[in-house]
């Protein structure tokens, strides 16, 4: 009987193992949403990771503190990071005004991965259209992880929030300033 016990361990054990195997060597994830303003608006908010912060769903959890350096905005501007369950460096590596904001992210936990996330602005009738985009190759821990917490969703959803939390700050500032 033990045997029999055993050996549906060993084949569900498996079976999880070949699931897992068969996931994407490759994690990505976007997000796009419409901003009511032009590029030169926007950019400034994503281009200062401090103002980033500000609207970042990820950096807004309690108990996350960052460590800035480098330069205020831009190539070489960094932000160490800890706090709810994560830590890690994020690096602006690329910048064109006002189009796009490429930036090495580097997490250390829950688990160690390294990833690319772009924000790109392009112009659109009455605003732009904001795309928040992140990819990188998911180790195999992280592919069995996929199998449980599905990465797109949970990624995804705090994206959308975080853009947003950019939609309505800067709709809001742009409001105000008529005023």
């Known amino acids: 009987m033990l045997e029999i016990i055993g050996a549906g361990v060993a084949l569900v054990i498996a079976i999880i193992l070949v699931l897992a195997a068969r996931q994407p060597d490759i994690c ?17 908010l994503i ?19 960052n460590v800035y350096s480098g330069p205020e905005r831009g190539v070489g501007a960094a932000d160490d990071f800890s706090g709810g369950g994560s830590a890690g460096r994020i690096e602006i590596v690329e910048s064109t005004e006002p189009s796009q904001v490429a930036l090495s992210l580097r997490m250390d936990r829950p688990m160690r991965c390294e990833n690319r996330v772009e924000f790109t602005i392009a112009p659109q009738n009455g605003g732009s259209l904001v795309t ?8 195999f ?9 599905k990465p797109e969703k949970m990624v995804g959803g705090a994206f959308e929030q975080g853009l947003s939390d950019l939609k309505r700050l800067v709709e809001t500032a742009r409001e105000e300033a008529a005023e």
């Not at 990505?28 to 949403?33: E, G, L, P």
């Open 141 to 149: 821990i992280g592919k069995l992880f996929s199998l449980v917490m």
């Open 132 to 139: 928040w985009d992140m990819k990188g190759r998911q180790p």
């Open 28 to 44: 990505h994830i976007a997000r796009s949403i419409f901003v009511a303003a032009p590029p030169e608006r926007i950019f400034p």
């Open 47 to 65: 281009d200062d990771l401090k103002a980033m912060n500000e609207w970042n769903p990820f950096a807004t959890q309690k108990g996350v503190s």
